[in-house]
């Protein structure tokens, strides 16, 4: 019957198969023993980084997001509007399509409405008197009593 132990055992083989367990025993140790120090390491680089310094306070975190947010509107806002103007820019360049050259046409002449629309608004408001008073009152018509004639020269 064969000992379990193997450092029990007189037998020299085993005895030396023992030893070169223990060996790769040590160097599995040791192994480990240095991966552990470069999980340590790595994990102490990863606390000390930037994002995750930014997300350890609560109110940095808000003002991040926040300024974060509104680039995120601005460059959508911008990049939208340059998109439809350059969109818009090779639409009223094509002329010879006749779908897309009268429809181009229509909305030329629908802005134009617009704008000259507009502008009438804007003469018509620059013409009328402000509205706090600060213009002339006309005078307000002489009382009559009921039955009576108003004056001729009232209006």
């Known amino acids: 019957m064969s000992d379990p132990d193997p450092h029990l055992s007189s037998d020299p083989v085993a005895t030396q198969s ?3 367990a223990d060996a790769a025993h040590d160097a599995t140790r040791s192994d480990l023993q240095r991966e552990i120090v470069a999980l340590r390491e790595e994990v102490a680089k990863l606390n000390d980084h930037k994002f995750l310094r930014v997300y350890a ?4 975190l808000i003002a991040f997001q926040l300024l974060r947010g509104m680039a995120f509107g601005l460059g959508s806002v911008v990049g939208a ?3 439809v103007s350059i969109l818009a820019y090779l639409l009223s360049q ?4 006749p779908i897309l050259a009268e429809w181009a046409a229509e909305l030329g002449v629908e802005l134009d409405q617009e704008k000259s629309e507009a502008e009438a608004e804007q003469r018509v408001e620059e013409q009328l008197p ?3 008073g600060a213009g002339t009152q006309p005078e307000d018509p002489p009382q009559v009593e009921p039955g009576e004639m108003p004056p001729a020269n009232a209006d």
């Open 94 to 97: 094509v002329d010879f399509i």
């Open 130 to 132: 402000a509205p706090d």
């Open 18 to 20: 023992a030893a070169e």
């Open 57 to 60: 306070q609560f109110w940095r």
């Open 81 to 83: 509007t340059v998109l």
